[in-house]
């Protein structure tokens, strides 16, 4: 069995959330860019004490929802009206092999539009839905089951309340002295030398 | 203790995800190839009892389709031949043709024993399909159209899906298939082969008006003899007559609107 | 790669299906012991055989959810022509045939589609002088063709046997009639006017000149006919005019209903009654009855009487004018009676001419005699009423004279060869005189009844379809009944089997002909051509030929008779006649009426008719005792509760039924229900009959009307199928109508009924797709290049009779549902016959207010109106049921149809909840698959007895998919009809633009069958076309149009013709103006 | 940290300046460990003898409802007691009914969330986990109402060689894009809350099975507050999904009626009316499940009267906007001038053949619920469990009203007849709550009943100033306090 290892960084537990809180602030300060807390719920605030930017993920859902409503349009005008045909677009009405039928004296033409409402409001939200699922996902990175935190014995109290700050060795200011000193000097305990096996 | 989960397992996802986007791909495009009369009806081929050869009747011989389906143009159904018919000319003691060929046993067997040749099907409908071969061959739809080049066949195959949207296709353009009356039963017809002052002294015949012949190849055009109505054609669709302006022709002047009510084929 | 595939082996199923005479023959054992009728082979494949209409929904089912997969694994099917082309058969057409219907009154001219040698549906034959609509029981005869459950095999004392058997049995007969010359031989025959069968028991009495020829009918009408005989002579008889008739009197007599007479057909009397303008000699309909019937619903003036009142009635008439033997009967007559006739007869008299008093037929000869003498002294003989002289026929003694002979024990054989089941419907007197006195019975009968059970010999009849007859219509006119295709199981004709006692013809199968031989020519066949030589003058091939197209001899009527009414003769039977007692809380009368689904009790099997409600009931699958409201209420009794009606030792036990219009102390019966052991119609699964037998209480033949009989309430109760539970319109304007002063006074009255009167007009929120084509109207239908549908049902001339059900029923291979899910309200018929009744009083009081529940008193019901509106899809223009369906499985057509595509629909049954006229109907189970009274047990029913009988299946109409459970079915205006001619018309334009059917030159199966011609259905785009008169009416009006749904079928307000001088006048129809 | 909290409250009871406290979400001050321990628990111990007992009769009906699904199949749709001119009753009754429970699941989790309800968090995992299993039951039944199931592929828009395709003006075909769009969104919602959770029973257990299967759904969630930031986006986003399509479903499910043309069904106020008799049934269904739920496992500090009081105003208001909805419909039906609708109202509450069923409706649903106007009864378990069964049974008899007895009575009285149930319709129905307790009981065995995670962020040593009071004034959440303040239990005894 290998014993061949690579530092990942170092993780200093800390009691409560205002320590917590106030610990992210001089982390920031002193300048860190690969680190990160971890904690049983989320913290008020502590973005502004991480310095972190908002998420983009509003943006990735709203272009998912336009998708959705886009799909319920062409889907309904193109199978049960002669709108695209009247645009001049009637060879997609061919290859999608569509038969408009009129049905309680319904127009086949445009007009009938109110009756698509529904659907194409549904297909947003499911659009929407989904794209904020799997948008979420990428923006985190997970699934990602293998992570060297979790060969740490006490990271695992993080679920429950325990309160850490882990500052990754791939982190430029990142020294073996001059980390655990910060740590120290905020208040940390536990500070322990996160190893990954390889 | 370390991590529970191997390192691997953080590709797992990826790759799951990817070999998921291929599979669905891959389906979405058998399915509508491999699941629709496209692909399950066209070249059904199966051997007959008795080895017929439309390609010998039809084709070198020229005999006319009516000659053996001879309720094609009165019926919906488009009869098989009775034995008899085969007899006429096969029969020993009639037209006597190869009577003796081993190949006629089951014809001469049957006109004997009175128990039908066991033809097997090729062009089903489906039950719930009512289709009509009179409305059909009666308004310049020819048996090409759906059977294909049978008189080049040696055994009869499936040529056209039958599909309800193949259906369809042509009772929305029927200008791409109308053709002549006198032209249903010639599977060899090729539009370019008419003869364009034949086919407008034929409208003309008919009693309709030149200047609506002209109006129908371009709209707006008035005519009143047959060679300024010539002269517009060729204008129009070249030299050789050409399909889509016979096609239209007849639509307009036999008003031709094929149906696409579901009541035309479900009852 | 396209692959050229090898089959399979042919799997060998062992279930059977056909859909083709041709594949029958070949494929089933049912018919292969027959010899060949249909040429071998046929266009069908054995696949689409193995597979039939019937099933096929539910294969999709199994195969299209993976319908790709389905078809690689394609079944290998096979194609099996003639192999000698047959006379007339294209493969894919029907033929048509003119026939007649042998009936007791005369004949029933019809024309008989058949495919490839099937009858599948009967129509009337418009060419015929007495043609014109058909009622239920001719438009089901074709069912009772293929009646499963009828005699197939010939039975001796209950035993199957041999034909060769019953042929022997037939020669043992005449071998004694020869000893004696047929001293103890009798013969029974129904009433007929067959001439061919005329002729050979005029022979037959000639070589047996002992032995006896009578007449027996279960529901004859001997008063009547002695009434005729002794008053109007012994060859005349009598033929009504409606044409010419403008004053209408009935006592007690169905003429529209159950009670047909001699005369020109229904229509004659309802083109009277339609009027679109006021002025116009419109008829009057005075009637007498003790309950609703037909006619009494197109009465003008009604009023329930006893029916033992009925001759006191005529007595009055007949004083008024002042016959004098009748006042010793008026003397009988309640209070009230004397004044509501007084100014009816007055009406009468002031139509010298054209008025004309009718009597129903089971009524007794002094009635008779008078209705003679008043019709008489109207002047109605020669103008309304015709006297003809009736062509020779053989001599038939009466079934009192049966009784006598069969009493005094000199009868030792009797043949039966009379439609009706001796034993069953026969007095006790009659039928107990057989058993006891060891007659030996020969029957010929259509069913395994008693009657055959108990038979020496029980020969099975052939069905008016499968054999050679002739028949005289009511005026004499006659037809030759042509056969279209072999008997089914052998069975024999009455002509037949006269010829077989003449040793002229063996009964059963054709022998084969010796090989070469040509076949030897059907005796039968010479017989009737002999008749038609004689009815002809000569055997004219030409005139053969045209007889048989045209279903009648041209000009072969009886000639007038000139015959003077004998007073003395009248004053006789009237003076013979003893005096009635009106009926009483404790002694109350039983009227016995034919039942308006079985007749005698001859249509028993016959599962159309048991499932087309009675039309003023609503019963269906039984009989009931019909109890007047007052009576009813009075009594306290439900719906379904039993009750015992005895008359001396003779009782009846059988469950009520409540029944507004009828008389108060008055119970009505109707016969021929409870036959036992008839199979899964007529009897249920367990052999029990359906119904009660009330033929036991009459102690003789002619006894209709049962006096000082005693009802008694039982506790237990009954399950009675009755497909309508609301007697009221709950005060909507469905049913309009007016009088004619109304309608002079308000023309537009129809249209300005309840909420029509303030509804603005409706315009679709998506604009277009209704109406004509226009430049503002871009999508509205093209009325100039489509065909236009529509319907028009003219409620002054629908008289309400059922036969319009089964016309689409049998047209559109509509399932049966059995008794149990009737009861559940899962009724199939496409047409729903509604009945509702109405009086002003009601009306006034409530409807006007908001009020729903408008429960009127019993006096009220007593004296309601009964008004019938045939309800089927409207074929809205604007349909919500199109809308919901999630699938598009009901569209709308460009010829303004709501079509329904049952191979698409899914049964949500979405469509079924948004129709305004619930006209959908929904196949809950697999009706046609599984058995009826195994509904329940699905697929782990027995499969042995599917419920669509392999002889049912041969009825089928090919043109119509038969649907699977799990689909919504409705009236489509029989678009496979207006398909079909619409194609011919494509066959005939070719390279044509005229592309316009001929006017009205296509009829809808309920339309074709209607006696009154009250539909009217066409091509709305056709200006000539008579909807388009239709729709034109004042008259017209739309059902439910305050939603807006534009339905293409509209009715037309029924229009009264009251007598301001009756009693009652001011309230006729006027309760149709205070609707909502 | 418990010091601080003595702090607040000494200064809150004798101390000034007084900032009035309100009543702490989590009773007891309890600790995170506590409240993981105290949940995870039910997970990880061994279930109470009540669970069991509950248990199997639930997979016992479960069966049931299969067998009757599998016979209606089989045999046909005439098994069930519809007719004409009834073609819908029970099974659309039904459909209708558990939707209706379906939407108080997602309500508590997306509207009370955006509207900062933080009382929402001990209940709502529970609530959508109801909601998901409810829409479940719902779903069976127009699946299987019609008339030939193996068919229902052409509800698909999938491209076919027929060239037919689905009628997009249909209502039902709304339903089914409605459904299935609020089914998955809702499962997605769940799902999402879960993943912290997950990942603490997952670090909680031992290697194995379940550490395996708690991990893979836990996503490897490490609780870092990049994720976090992400993950509290995404909740806001669903949560802003969720309402407008929590209204929408309702609504859309009253198109089946409100579009039709039948006196009784075409109504315009369906949709609003829909919508809170759903909101009124689904909080009553969420009662009725987490009263006991709360005795039973001992989280009376987590689920306090305080939730309880809440939900039942909730009941209270919704139930009185029924209330308003039903007399409506007979001012409207009067006010329309038109006699068949008013006659239709007349027969559905006065003359009919089912008016039984409309009493039920307007008892149950209209008059139980004013009993929440009395405090001590919203305080009351007993009250409480008994009012929310009215409600449940009530919200079935409305939707049987109507369905089935409008279709009674409908525009021709030729065809006017009277529906019975079969016994399949009946035990078809019943199993449906076996399925529904099954995956409930399920849930409680398997996976956190409330949101630990939710819990401990409204803690008050959760937020990271809160032991500067005063000094940075007041927090958002003491301003918008309650009106009912009341004293502590241990303080109340100190004082």
Redesign the interface.
Known sequence: MSTLKRVHGYLAEFD???D??HA?EQVRDAGYQRW????????????K??G?S??I??KL?FVGGMTGTCVAFT??TL??TNFWSSIGLGFLQ?L????P?????????I??LP??F??M???T??F???T??F???A??G??????P???S?QF??????GFFVCIEARDPKFSQEGTKALLEKIGGKNIELVED?L | MGNFFPRWTNWLPLKLAVAAGFIVFGVSLAVPYYFTPKYTRVGYEPTQPVPFSHKIHAGQLGLDCRYCHSFAEVSSHANVPTNQTCYNCHGPGKGNIKSASPKLEKVIKAAETGKPIEWVKIHKAPDYVYFNHSAHLNRGISCQNCHGQINEMEVVKHAEPHSMGWCLECHRNPEEKLRPLDQITNLNYKPEQLNRAGFYEGLLKKGIKADEIADTIESGKKASQLDEILALASGKYGEKVTQLEVGTQLKKHWQVQPPENCTTCHR | MKRNWIHPEEPQTGKRYWRSPAELERRSEFLSKHGVEFPSGDTLTEEEAGQSRRNFLQLMGASVGMMGLASCRRPLTHILPYTNHVEWVIPGKPLLYASAMPTAQGAVPLVVTTHEGRPTHVAPNPLHPLGGGLDAFAQASVLDLYDPERSQVPLASGKTTTWAKVNEGLQAILKDAKTDSGASLVIVVGSSTSPTQHRLLSEFKAAYPQAKLFAYEAIGNEGQATAHQEVLGANTKTFVRWSKALRILSLDCDFLGLDPIDGEAVKHFTKQRAKDKSEGGMNRLYCLENRYTLTGGMADHRKPLAASMIPAAAAIIAEFLDIKEASALASAAPPGLKEWLAPAVRDLIDHKGSAVVIAGSRYGAEVHALVAAINNALGAYGSTVELLEKGSSATLASASELEAALVSGAVKTLVSLTPSNLLFDAPLSLSGAIQSKGVKLVHLGHLPNETARAAALHIPAAHYLESWNDVRAGDGTYSVVQPMIQPLYDGASVIEVILALLDKKKLGPAEKPADGAAPSEDPVYQAVRDTFASVAGSLDEAKWNLTLRDGFLKGSSYVKSTGVINAAAVSSLVGKAKIPVAPKAEAVEIVLTPDSAVWDGRYINNAWLQESPDPITKLAWDNAAWIGSVTFRSLGLKNGQMVKLSIGDRSLTLPAIEAPGHVQNSVTVTLGYGQQNLGFVGSDSNGIGRGFNAYPLRAHASEFVISGAKLEVLADTYQLAITQDQNTMEGRALYREATLDTFAKKPDFAGKTGMDSHIPENISFYKGQIGRKTDENPDGFDYEKKHQWGMVIDLSKCIGCTSCLVACQSENNIPVVGKDQVVKGRLMQWIRMDRYFATNEWGEQKAKSDEVNIDPTGEQLENAEMVMQPVACQQCESAPCETVCPVNATVHTDDGLNAMAYNRCIGTRYCANNCPYTARRFNWFDYNKRPLDELYWGPLSNPDKTGMRESLQLQKNPNVTVRMRGVIEKCTYCVQRLEEAKIRQKQVQRDSKNFRIPTDSVKVACQESCPAEAISFGDLADEKSSVNKAKASPRNYELLKYIGTRPRTSYLARLRNPNKEMPGAERIAAWSAHQI | MSAEAAHIHEQAYNGAPRILDREPLVLNKRSYSWITNRVCGIVENKQPLLWWILFVPSVLLTGLTAFCFAYLISTGVGVWGQKQPVAWAWDITNFVFWIGIGHAGTLISAILFLTRQKWRTSVNRAAEAMTIFAVMCAGLFPAFHVGRVWMVWFLAPVPNANAIWQNFKSPLLWDVFAVSTYFSVSLVFWYLGLVPDLATLRDRCKPGLRKALYGIFALGWRGANRHWSHYETAYMLLAALSTPLVLSVHSVVSFDFATSVVPGWHTTIFPPYFVAGAIFGGFAMVLTLMIPVSKIYGLGDLITPKHIDNMAKIILLTGTIVGYAYSMEFFVAYYSANKFELQTFMLRGLYGPSTWAYYFMFGFNVFAPQLFWYRPFRHNMWVVMFVCMCVNAGMWFERYVIIATTLERHLTPGSWRTYEATWVDKYTFLGTFGLFMMLFLLFLRFLPVIAIGEVKGVLPQSDPHHHDHGKEGVQEEDLMGYPDRHVPREAAAAA
Do not use: C
């Open positions: 409560g959330v205002a917590l809180y992210a990160d807390v971890h904690s049983p719920f989320p913290i008020h605030g502590m973005d004490a991480m972190n908002k998420s993920l509003p859902v889907l309904q199978t049960q061919k999608a092999e569509t038969y039928t009129v049905v309680q004296a319904k127009p086949t033409d007009f009938t009756a698509f529904p659907v409001f549904e297909l939200i499911l929407s839905a989904f904020t699922l948008g979420l996902l923006l985190m997970l699934p990602r089951w293998n992570h935190l979790f060969v014995k695992a109290k993080f679920s429950d309340d096996e």
